[in-house]
């Protein structure tokens, strides 16, 4: 019979020094990690969801305001009002402005967007802005994540199911469980370590729908921009491509991707007279549309309902979602002027005008009336969304509730 061993002082010694050392490293491991670096409160009830107003109030009253540099356009996700400044994304009740819900890392936000249901926060590290957190906007608890390479820059956009973060250099689309669908540009590692990498094409601008991405180019070898259009394959990191060069327009013309929408594209080109261009998932121009001068470089776009809306700086160009058929202009009326793109409330499409607001037939566009509204003056565009029966606002770094 085989005699049992027995444990010896120096077993016991050796054993306490590995648990000492193992619980040195998962110290150091959680002391370094994201998740110490974290602070997370979820809503103590779930956001209840909004009813949608039944008219269009007869006057505006301011009701809260709060900080928000780090978002666009205002954000109406799940019933709450999300915002996002310095290192905190936050959901808020939209009738008062009162936090809810919030999500902070001890980095400062390089933007926060949406998707479905979930509030999107996008941090930096050493890679760029590629740390990406998923907040549920109905109770604040953490979705799906993911972390990528990306610019120190980015800008954020989406059209409810995916997310497209562009920079300079390089651009990913992500699903809503923060897996990537597309990826195009620079690498964090080149393909051929001894090799010099061949000059990289910036991007000057960048828009998407859930099944293209379109997105200008200007390369150090071309005189030209060149309007590249994308498309999801079965790998993520060799879209289906096509280039359209854009003969004439030159780098720092102002031309711009205005929206996407299937695989569709509206792009803003100068010359030779400024025009809204339509262009298939081909390349080919299929419609032109004058723009009557040159727009702000704030000009902003707002898709809303079948509706898709462009501040051009002065006025609102209007145009259908499906195939961006031209409606009309909402232009200045006596001493008001269109400041934003437009939103829909109640069947009517309201525009943000230098004292208030203007209600249109979203149809026609014929004008029905003014809603009086005194603002403080305002750098940028005033970008308004619906929360229910109120109106938000985005004017600069700050979201302003109002309601009648």
């Not at 390369?219 to 030209?224: E, F, G, L, M, Q």
């Not at 007279?273 to 339509?278: A, S, V, Y």
């Not at 702000?296 to 079948?306: I, K, L, Q």
């Amino acid at each position: 019979m085989v005699r049992p061993e027995r444990r010896t002082r120096a077993d016991v010694v050796a054993a306490v020094a590995i648990a000492a050392v193992v619980a040195l490293v998962a110290a150091v491991i959680w002391w370094t990690s994201d998740a110490r670096a974290t602070i997370s409160k979820p809503a103590a009830v779930p956001v209840p969801t909004l009813t949608p107003a039944t008219a269009v109030p007869q006057t505006l009253r301011e009701v809260w305001t709060a900080p928000s540099a780090r978002t666009g356009q205002p954000l109406v996700v799940a019933g709450a009002v999300v915002t996002g400044d310095g290192r905190t994304m936050e959901g808020r009740d939209p009738a008062t402005g009162n936090t809810v819900w919030s999500y902070a890392r001890d980095l400062d936000l390089c933007g926060v967007t949406w998707v479905y249901n979930y509030a999107v926060a996008v941090y930096p590290d050493v890679r760029g802005c590629g740390q990406v957190s998923t907040v549920d906007a109905r109770t604040g608890m953490r979705g799906p994540s993911r972390t990528s390479y990306a610019d120190k820059q980015v800008t954020l956009s989406g059209d409810g199911t995916t997310v497209l973060s562009a920079g300079d250099t390089r651009l990913e689309m992500w699903r809503s469980d923060m897996v990537r669908m597309l990826s195009y540009g620079a690498l964090d590692a080149p393909l051929n370590p001894g090799k010099p990498a061949s000059p990289r094409c910036r991007f000057t601008s960048a828009a998407a729908s859930s099944s293209a991405v379109s997105v200008l180019e200007a390369c150090p070898d071309k005189p030209d921009l060149r309007l590249t259009l994308l498309r999801p394959s079965d790998e993520e990191d060799t879209p289906e491509l096509k280039y359209v060069p854009q003969k004439g327009v030159a780098d720092g013309t102002g031309a711009r991707v205005v929206a996407v929408s299937d695989t569709t594209t509206a792009l803003y080109v100068p010359t030779p007279k400024p025009r809204l261009d339509i262009v298939d998932e081909t390349g080919a121009t299929v419609d032109s549309t004058v723009v009557p001068g040159a727009p702000s470089a704030d000009a902003t776009m707002s898709r809303v309902g079948d509706l898709i809306t462009w501040w051009t700086g002065d006025s609102v160009m209007v145009f259908s979602a499906n195939g961006f058929r031209y409606r009309f202009t909402v232009g200045a009326s006596g001493p008001n002027k269109p400041v934003g793109p437009a939103t829909i409330m109640a069947g009517r499409l309201l525009v943000p005008v230098t004292t208030g607001y203007g209600v249109f037939d979203p149809v026609s566009g014929a004008g029905e009336r003014h809603i009086a509204l005194q603002r403080p003056p305002v750098r940028g565009p005033v970008v308004p969304a619906v929360a229910g029966a109120m109106l938000v606002e985005q004017r600069g770094g700050e979201l302003v509730g109002l309601a009648g």
